[in-house]
């Protein structure tokens, strides 16, 4: 009697692939497949790479909770910021993402919105998905009070450290990148170079990176045999109006420079327009640096701006492998170097040497 129901009937059809198919497609046991899809030693790499080959031919994802159960691990990372409006945190998450998807690991986002009561609650959800680590992004580059010791799983903290010298940061060299903008204005031609820094207020967001930016400048004017135009650099805020402010300082005051370091991209052009307008050239006159090389900014200027990348991008990626693998890095601050943008504001410089 005929059914209707032909030998591809949809219920085999809708039948999920399982280890045992994989392995019979590439001819090895159950237990080489096993080991050779969650990265075992012991098998050949012509074997590993025949079931790894089956499997995606056959569509085999391995159940992520067998795979938890078997191994401990969830094969899950909690990113925990507090400020997911920032262009600072961003770069970092991207990085992060990245490294953990090349680790085969996936990220689960909280978002604490600064509110010391929003981290408690986000860890403690993070917690109860089995995340298999932490990394908890700050807001800014100041040290970040540590999340409570009775967390079992690796924490690393990006951007800002950690209080707790004991703990595992990750962090951006701004003082090496303050000597990475002299080096750079110098090897452009500057013998006379100023610093126009951020806030000097510790009640402000960014005053560390402001300090550390400025003694960085300081560090590579001393290593290269030279003294700053001013005994001491000039603060103010993150703004392009101060940038503005600080030139027309400088020029009251009469001093002689050839070169500004300025602690961010706003301020670099807050300069540069000053400089523009009291007919000074960039950079044939004044060879100009900001830092954060943030696009918005340091791109789209009229006279594109020279800066310093911190490569924030690659300090997400190096915090996931802290996560990963917390054996393998140093507690305390871990710094990761920034680079050089050259455009035009420097790239093309032909100053004179005295």
Not at 141 to 166: Q, R
Not at 193 to 198: E, K
Not at 291 to 313: E, G, I, K
Not at 332 to 343: E, F, L, P
Request: aromatic share 4%; glycine share 10%.
């Amino acid at each position: 009697m005929e059914t209707g129901v032909t030998s591809d009937s949809p219920s085999k059809a809708a039948r999920a692939t399982t280890l045992s198919d994989v392995a019979a497609a590439a001819g090895v046991s159950m237990a080489t497949a096993s080991k050779a899809l969650n990265g075992k030693r012991g098998v050949n790499p012509s074997t590993r790479a025949r079931v790894e080959q089956a499997a995606q031919d056959l569509g085999f994802y391995p159940n992520q909770q067998a795979r938890s159960l078997m191994f401990g691990r969830s094969g899950s990372i909690g990113l925990l910021t507090t400020d997911l409006e920032g262009r600072f945190s961003l770069p970092i998450l991207a990085g992060v993402e990245s490294a953990l998807r090349d680790g085969e690991a996936v990220a689960i986002m909280a978002n604490a919105s600064g509110s010391a009561e929003m981290v408690d609650r986000h860890v403690h959800a993070l917690l109860s998905r089995r995340v298999d680590g932490i990394i908890y992004v700050a807001r800014g580059t100041e040290p970040v009070l540590p999340l409570p010791d009775s967390i079992k799983v690796p924490v690393v903290y990006a951007y800002g450290p950690s209080t707790d010298a004991d703990d595992v940061s990750i962090v951006a060299d701004h003082r090496g990148c303050g000597r990475l903008a002299v080096d750079h204005l110098i090897d452009v031609g500057c013998r006379a170079i100023a610093h126009i820094g951020g806030p000097d207020d510790p009640a402000t967001i960014g005053y560390m990176a402001a300090r550390l930016r400025a003694r960085g400048t300081l560090d590579g004017l001393a290593a290269r045999g030279m003294d700053p135009v001013l005994n001491r650099p000039l603060f103010g805020d993150w703004t392009e109006a101060w940038g503005w402010e600080a030139v027309e300082q400088l020029l009251a005051r009469d001093v002689e420079f050839d070169g500004l370091v300025c602690a961010n991209d706003q301020i670099a052009r807050g300069a540069i327009d000053c400089l523009a307008a009291r007919g000074m050239r960039v950079p044939t006159d004044v060879a100009v640096i900001g830092f954060d090389n943030w696009a918005p900014v340091a791109q789209t200027a009229r006279l594109p701006q020279s800066s310093v990348d911190m490569n924030l991008d690659e300090l997400g990626r190096v915090a996931a492998r802290a996560v990963l693998d917390p054996d393998g890095f140093p507690q305390g601050s871990t710094r990761v170097a920034g680079r050089i943008v050259a455009r035009e504001s420097t790239a093309h410089a032909s100053l004179s040497t005295p």
